[in-house]
């Protein structure tokens, strides 16, 4: 049996590695970049995303606190000064008693001005819209805010421009969205507040 000389197998081997050098250099610099580039565009991607969830957040909470504003000082858009809460007005009186409709019209009178109703309602939008600018408490103002939000849908039964559907809906399934996302940890406390001692006791608090 003939032996190839040892150089032969050292030529071997050099061609070998050599080749293996060659497969290494083209897949770093054709899949590698593709790989890198990917990577970049998803996190590009999901930064874009936070930011725009984090901005819903805050339109969001605008709405609930400008409601509260509004009704409590009568700042002259939807409230006038004189029926503002602190000049003695209601918040609740005027819509539950003359503007809602539909099965639960007769519930809602019943409500109409009563002082438990006005402050549970003005409590709502402030601690909403605040907890929403802030990014904190996420999940209580979630589920808080989808609940009032039901409630005015169904204060007038059914909606004006739609068999079923209307913009109360849709705030608390986006309500529901944001606090699921996290919302709150972009342009917000929330990842502060998910740090406090209580918050990490009693995680529901987020």
């Known amino acids: 049996m003939n032996v190839p000389p040892e150089s032969a197998?050292?030529?071997?081997?050099?061609?070998?590695?050599?080749?293996?050098?060659?497969?290494?250099?083209?897949?770093?610099?054709?899949?590698?970049?593709?790989?890198r580039t990917t990577r970049e565009a998803e996190t590009t991607r999901q930064k874009?995303?936070?930011?725009?969830?984090?901005?819903?957040?805050?339109?969001?909470?605008?709405?609930?606190?400008?409601?509260?504003?509004?009704?409590?000082?009568?700042?002259?858009?939807?409230?006038?000064?004189?029926?503002?809460?602190?000049?003695?007005?209601s918040p609740t009186k005027g819509f539950l008693a003359f503007g809602t409709k539909g099965p639960l019209e007769g519930f809602y009178h019943g409500i109409a001005g009563a002082t438990w109703a006005d402050w549970m309602f003005m409590t709502g939008l402030a601690a909403i819209g605040v907890a929403l600018i802030l990014g904190i408490g996420m999940r209580v103002a979630a589920v808080a805010g989808g609940l009032l939000l039901v409630m005015m849908w169904t204060a007038v039964l059914p909606p004006a421009n739609n068999p079923f559907m209307d913009d109360h809906l849709i705030y608390a399934g986006l309500l529901a969205g944001l606090a699921l996302v996290g919302a709150g940890n972009t342009l917000g406390l929330g990842r502060a507040w998910a740090k406090l001692p209580i918050v990490q006791r009693l995680p529901w608090l987020k």
């Open 48 to 89: 874009a995303a936070r930011y725009v969830f984090a901005g819903l957040r805050i339109a969001l909470g605008w709405v609930f606190l400008w409601a509260f504003l509004d009704k409590m000082f009568g700042l002259g858009h939807e409230t006038a000064a004189k029926n503002a809460w602190i000049n003695g007005g």
């Open 9 to 35: 197998v050292r030529g071997k081997g050099r061609d070998v590695e050599t080749m293996t050098a060659t497969i290494e250099r083209i897949t770093a610099n054709t899949i590698a970049p593709a790989v």
